[in-house]
């Protein structure tokens, strides 16, 4: 009786449950990771599946109107794909040699390699696309649009579905004799990665060098949960913890913890850290913690990379730190201490930071493609666009001065060189500003502060200093590629007293004197003319 009533009422949720399971889809040219995401989003199923076997990046148009989960999975999957599903979740098991006929003639259109670049919001102008294919099928959603969800089928499909529903349910009362019924309260990931598949399972193993070990040559077979290599080994995989005295080798994947001292080498996915006093190695994707005394090498990674000398990562990484290079495809993070390098970069912090699309640059010289970067640095180029400028201003301090500025609107950098008379001092200035553009018109304001540090014309000052400090706002009009300026600063002097040369200012409201130090405040005004070279 009790089965009989949890019978009924698994009919009744998983007719509701599946009236609302209508997958309406119109995508041209879209990633196939975006378009599984956006039937999550519709229905709660979840695709499960080894990325190793489904290309999620790629490229498929397809039209589907009204369709139930498994003809919406067929139409998008089932030329190239085994699948089955169970529950709530789309099982992919492995791809098929040869394609078979759309079924009910819906087309799927296979990858046009031509096209890799042009998929919306996908190419290489985000250069993170890969990790941001869930964030495209929720802005599709929020957008309304491809999506136009509609709940009602006719009398005939949902008579099937019924039947259907009613045949799963008598299976499942019939699976219920052979186990005792546990609640299900455990979220599933939206996608589940498969490690070491094939593989024998077996507690540990001892190795010298490969293949003299307590499993022999086997253990290229095995998954370990411990393995313990005297000089090197090579196993299948590891599932727990592997130490090796030079090295260890996985022909497969590697989850848990893996030491050497010289490298470790992982054929597959990793999941958790690798330590190797010269480098680390990973064929497929890491999750977790690199550290590498050289060298990390992965083709995607979703965490960090540490490297006394570079790290590399073929596609995405979230955090790059190296003391002499990084370089990725796409990086929320990359400190290096010589040089960055990413096709899309989030922050780039180095010596020199290079990347085709950019979010932040703080380096010496920062390089972009485009000028949607901020720039911090003492040279800034912009391939497309940009600010290269050259100028001539002039203030009530320092009586004239050339300037360089590059960068974008958004943040640029000043080199400055200026001439204080009448005791023939010079001036060297780095500055950093901003544009804010007025509407459609040339007119915008600047908000710059600059530093100045004060020389005698010979550049000796014998062990004596003096610094002008400046925040600076502008009006600005901008005509072709010159721009006039002008407008007030707030000026802070501060020099030692026995720096004679470096006289006072007209004017202070703050005048402080010591027997070490001389300091002045006073507002004063600065006007200029640049011009951009680009």
């Known amino acids: 009786m009790k089965k009989a009533k949890l019978v009924s009422l698994f009919i009744l949720f998983s007719v509701s449950l599946l009236s609302e399971n209508v ?29 190793r076997v489904v290309d999620t990046n790629h490229m498929v148009s397809v039209t589907i109107i009204n369709k139930g989960v498994k003809e919406a999975v067929d139409l998008l999957v089932g030329d190239k794909y085994y699948y089955t599903i169970k529950g709530r979740y789309v099982i992919i098991t492995s791809a098929k040699k040869l394609p078979e006929i759309a079924i009910d003639n819906e087309p799927v259109i296979a990858e046009d390699k031509k096209n890799k670049d042009k998929s919306s919001g996908n190419g290489l102008s985000s250069g993170l696309s890969i990790i941001r294919d869930r964030k495209i099928a929720i802005e599709r959603i929020e957008m309304g649009s491809p999506l136009l ?20 349910s008598a299976f499942t009362w019939v699976g219920a004799d052979a186990q005792q019924e546990q609640p299900d309260t455990k979220e599933a990931p939206a996608s589940k990665t498969e490690y070491n598949i094939g593989l024998q399972k077996s507690f540990g193993q001892l190795t010298f060098i490969t293949p003299i070990s307590t499993d022999g040559s086997n253990t290229k077979e095995k998954e370990y949960k411990l393995s313990l290599n005297i000089l090197g080994g090579i196993t299948g995989g590891v599932n727990g913890v592997e130490f090796g005295g030079l090295y260890n080798i996985n022909k497969q994947d590697m989850r848990g913890v893996q ?11 990793a999941c958790g850290v690798q330590i190797g ?48 290079a990084n370089m990725a495809t796409g990086s929320r993070l990359q400190i290096a201490g010589v040089v960055n390098y990413a096709q899309g970069a989030d922050v780039q912090i180095g010596t020199v930071n290079i990347a085709s ?32 400028e050259i100028g001539i201003s002039a203030n009530d301090y320092v009586y004239g ?18 001439a204080y008379s009448p005791s023939s001092n010079v001036t060297v200035g780095l500055g950093v500003g901003t544009r804010i553009q007025l509407g459609d018109s040339p007119k915008g304001i600047l908000f710059e502060l600059m530093h100045s540090q004060i020389y005698r014309n010979n550049f000796k000052n014998e062990g004596r200093r003096a610094a002008l400090n400046q925040a600076r706002v502008f009006y600005s009009v901008r005509k072709n590629k010159f721009t006039l300026y002008g407008g007030p600063t707030i000026n802070i002097l501060l020099r030692d007293t026995d720096f004679t040369e470096v006289e006072d200012p007209v004017y202070s409201i703050i005048k402080n004197r010591s027997n070490n130090h001389k300091l002045d405040l006073w507002i004063g005004a600065e006007v200029g003319v640049r011009f951009n070279l680009k």
Request: aromatic share 6%; no cysteine; charged share 15%.
């Open 357 to 388: 699309h950019a979010g932040f640059q703080l380096g010496v010289i920062n390089i972009a493609e485009t000028d949607e970067a901020a720039m911090l640095g003492l040279f800034n180029y912009v391939k497309n666009g940009g600010l290269f």
């Open 259 to 269: 030491i050497a001292g010289l490298f470790n080498s992982t054929g597959g996915n």
């Open 23 to 51: 997958v309406n889809l119109n995508l041209q040219n879209e990633k196939l990771g975006v378009a599984m995401n956006l039937i999550t989003q519709q229905t709660g199923i979840v695709f499960s599946y080894n990325p």
């Open 401 to 418: 001065a050339a300037n360089l500025i590059t960068g974008t609107d958004r943040m640029y950098s000043i080199l400055s060189f200026g």
């Open 149 to 168: 969800i509609n709940n009602q089928e006719n009398e005939t499909t949902m008579l099937k579905k019924i039947a259907g529903i009613i045949a799963l």
């Open 277 to 324: 006093d010269l480098a680390n190695y990973v064929k497929g994707d890491m999750k977790g913690l690199q550290i590498g005394g050289l060298v990390n090498v992965v083709r995607k990674s979703s965490d960090v990379q540490l490297a006394g000398i570079a790290n590399y990562t073929a596609e995405i990484n979230d955090m790059q730190i190296a003391g002499i």
